[in-house]
């Protein structure tokens, strides 16, 4: 049968659009916007760039761009297993934390039902999701103590093989497993998702006999959503993955050109940077979309860890880097709202809307008699919240605010695969414009190494001696 992601017309009628308008100065005015001649004098930097990424490609060192195609066989097999095997759990639970768990999220919140673990019918058969991301004591007991562990399935995602959240999660639950199923039931319950040639985790899947699948070695966790990491939990609760990675791959031509005027990618990438090195370093992800809400965060682990960095590629201090910031509409027009309008002029914000939202809800009518309210009756809740997006973005332009606009046409796996491969690119290219390494993530490791000394690991004696090195405290600080 053929798939709806191999019809060209239908393709392009779900392309991906992002709307720069609002980031010229013939909108928002000469004072904060870009002209024409601003975009054109960074081609340059940008084909060196685009070279540079071409390279590092070529020398096996971004292969999260190969996912789109060298997954397309990896997705089947993923699919299959995922097919012979969700009906028989009611619940699969992923163990792993930041680019093992916010693509999963992302891809949770955005393509299944909004209470799909509360509503049988919108499951189809297959298991509830459970992502904690994290290891509070609290909200992690609760998810234990609930889960009937016989009908449980637990992923456990870590490229490293070690990160301590999942780990502590993995030793917990398995413990869980013996103690009420016995030894034999480990490898029915758990699979790995890991490095194939390092870390403990491969280590111990094999030894348990756990079905593992693999992290491709240039796969960054936060680069990650299209390979197993992000694949397996979205196949095992009835995602299409391959029309994720068919947006994906769509997106990947759509942006194989060093033409700024013709890549989205990189038309969006210079101008955050642009605004960046103007004074605007925030910018804002705000989807008009709850089901994209969960896409702002894992925009925010991308650029956070990518473009966060010390150190230029030559070695020096540049302490660079935006902040990401998600908000969501129309909620946070009442909470953030005012402070994008009249607070100092350091943000972009960059809206994710939907043409076409998957239901059309009408508002009903009533108060006839009360006109502040029943103006409302007989519109949909589709026009209310499209109208929110438009009427804020106006208000942003009308107090000179850059701010730009991603449309989704519907929100699917093509759409979302196109997004996540298009802010990778963009992510890729910001980083060559900042000369950094937008691949690594050292400044997270110290923090590790602290927690790991105290916590008593094996060679990390160390960390444990400068951790009880550390200032003491002024008591009169702390009231
Ligand atoms: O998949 P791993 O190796 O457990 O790492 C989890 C996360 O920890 C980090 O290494 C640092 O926070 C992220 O880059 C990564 O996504």
Same mark, same amino acid.
């Given at each position: 049968?053929?798939?709806?992601?191999?019809?060209?017309?239908?393709?392009?009628?779900?392309?991906?659009?992002?709307?720069?308008?609002?980031?010229?100065?013939?909108?928002?005015?000469?004072?904060?916007?870009?002209?024409?001649?601003?975009?054109?004098?960074?081609?340059?930097?940008?084909?060196?760039?685009?070279?540079?990424?071409?390279?590092?490609?070529?020398?096996?060192?971004?292969?999260?761009?190969?996912?789109?195609?060298?997954?397309?066989?990896?997705?089947?097999?993923?699919?299959?297993?995922?097919?012979?095997?969700? &009906? !028989?759990?009611?619940?699969?639970?992923?163990?792993?934390? *930041? %680019?093992? @768990?916010?693509?999963?999220?992302?891809?949770? /919140? $955005?393509?299944?039902?909004?209470?799909?673990?509360?509503?049988?019918?919108?499951?189809?058969?297959?298991?509830?999701?459970?992502?904690?991301?994290?290891?509070?004591?609290?909200?992690?007991?609760?998810?234990?103590?609930?889960?009937?562990? &016989? !009908?449980?399935?637990?992923?456990?995602?870590?490229?490293? *093989? %070690?990160? @301590?959240?999942?780990?502590?999660?993995?030793? /917990? $639950?398995?413990?869980?497993?013996?103690?009420?199923?016995?030894?034999?039931?480990?490898?029915?319950?758990?699979?790995?998702?890991?490095?194939?040639?390092?870390?403990?985790?491969?280590?111990?899947?094999?030894?348990?006999?756990?079905?593992?699948?693999?992290?491709?070695?240039?796969?960054?966790?936060?680069?990650?959503?299209?390979?197993?990491?992000?694949?397996?939990?979205?196949?095992?609760?009835?995602?299409?993955?391959?029309?994720?990675?068919?947006?994906?791959?769509?997106?990947?031509?759509?942006?194989?050109?060093?033409?700024?005027?013709?890549?989205?990618?990189?038309?969006?990438?210079?101008?955050?940077?642009?605004?960046?090195?103007?004074?605007?370093?925030?910018?804002?992800?705000?989807?008009?979309?709850?089901?994209?809400?969960?896409?702002?965060?894992?925009?925010?682990?991308?650029?956070?860890?990518?473009?966060?960095?010390?150190?230029?590629?030559?070695?020096?201090?540049?302490?660079?880097?935006?902040?990401?910031?998600?908000?969501?509409?129309?909620?946070?027009?009442?909470?953030?709202?005012?402070?994008?309008?009249?607070?100092?002029?350091?943000?972009?914000?960059?809206?994710?809307?939907?043409?076409?939202?998957?239901?059309?809800?009408?508002?009903?009518?009533?108060?006839?008699?009360?006109?502040?309210?029943?103006?409302?009756?007989?519109?949909?809740?589709?026009?209310?919240?499209?109208?929110?997006?438009?009427?804020?973005?106006?208000?942003?332009?009308?107090?000179?605010?850059?701010?730009?606009?991603?449309?989704?046409?519907?929100?699917?796996?093509?759409?979302?695969?196109?997004?996540?491969?298009?802010?990778?690119?963009?992510?890729?290219?910001?980083?060559?414009?900042?000369?950094?390494?937008?691949?690594?993530?050292?400044?997270?490791?110290?923090?590790?190494?602290?927690?790991?000394?105290?916590?008593?690991?094996?060679?990390?004696?160390?960390?444990?001696?400068?951790?009880?090195?550390?200032?003491?405290?002024?008591?009169?600080?702390?009231?």
């Amino acid at each position: 049968m053929t798939k709806r992601y191999e019809d060209l017309s239908w393709k392009e009628s779900m392309r991906l659009k992002l709307d720069v308008n609002n980031m010229f100065a013939a909108t928002i005015g000469e004072e904060h916007g870009y002209t024409k001649k601003d975009i054109d004098a960074m081609q340059e930097r940008v084909t060196n760039g685009h070279q540079a990424i071409k390279e590092a490609k070529a020398a096996g060192n971004l292969d999260w761009m190969d996912l789109p195609y060298n997954h397309k066989e990896i997705a089947k097999e993923i699919k299959e297993f995922a097919e012979e095997n969700r &009906e !028989k759990y009611d619940n699969f639970v992923v163990f792993g934390i *930041g %680019g093992s @768990a916010l693509g999963n999220i992302a891809v949770q /919140t $955005a393509l299944n039902d909004p209470y799909y673990n509360l509503k049988k019918e919108a499951r189809n058969g297959c298991p509830r999701l459970f992502i904690p991301d994290n290891v509070d004591p609290t909200r992690l007991k609760s998810l234990l103590d609930m889960l009937d562990l &016989e !009908k449980t399935m637990f992923n456990i995602i870590s490229k490293s *093989g %070690g990160t @301590a959240e999942p780990m502590s999660q993995f030793l /917990t $639950a398995r413990a869980a497993v013996i103690k009420e199923l016995g030894e034999d039931a480990v490898a029915d319950h758990f699979i790995a998702t890991t490095s194939k040639d390092s870390g403990d985790l491969i280590k111990i899947a094999k030894e348990e006999g756990i079905k593992t699948f693999y992290i491709p070695k240039t796969v960054g966790g936060r680069f990650s959503v299209l390979s197993p990491v992000g694949l397996v939990s979205a196949a095992f609760t009835g995602v299409d993955i391959e029309e994720l990675l068919a947006g994906a791959e769509y997106m990947d031509q759509i942006c194989d050109t060093d033409d700024v005027w013709k890549n989205p990618a990189y038309l969006n990438a210079v101008l955050q940077y642009l605004a960046d090195q103007d004074g605007k370093p925030m910018s804002v992800m705000m989807p008009y979309s709850h089901v994209l809400k969960d896409v702002a965060d894992w925009y925010r682990q991308m650029w956070a860890e990518s473009l966060g960095k010390k150190f230029n590629r030559q070695g020096e201090v540049v302490n660079v880097g935006p902040t990401p910031i998600k908000a969501l509409g129309a909620t946070d027009q009442h909470s953030q709202a005012q402070l994008y309008m009249e607070g100092p002029y350091d943000k972009v914000v960059t809206f994710l809307e939907v043409e076409k939202f998957r239901e059309t809800l009408e508002i009903a009518r009533g108060y006839e008699d009360i006109d502040g309210v029943s103006y409302l009756g007989g519109h949909t809740f589709n026009e209310l919240i499209t109208t929110e997006k438009k009427a804020t973005e106006l208000a942003l332009i009308d107090n000179n605010r850059l701010n730009c606009t991603v449309t989704f046409p519907e929100v699917n796996a093509f759409t979302l695969g196109q997004f996540f491969y298009m802010y990778e690119m963009t992510t890729a290219l910001i980083g060559e414009l900042y000369n950094i390494n937008a691949f690594d993530q050292p400044g997270v490791e110290l923090g590790k190494q602290y927690a790991y000394g105290v916590l008593g690991r094996e060679g990390y004696d160390h960390m444990k001696e400068q951790f009880d090195a550390r200032p003491k405290k002024d008591e009169n600080l702390i009231l």
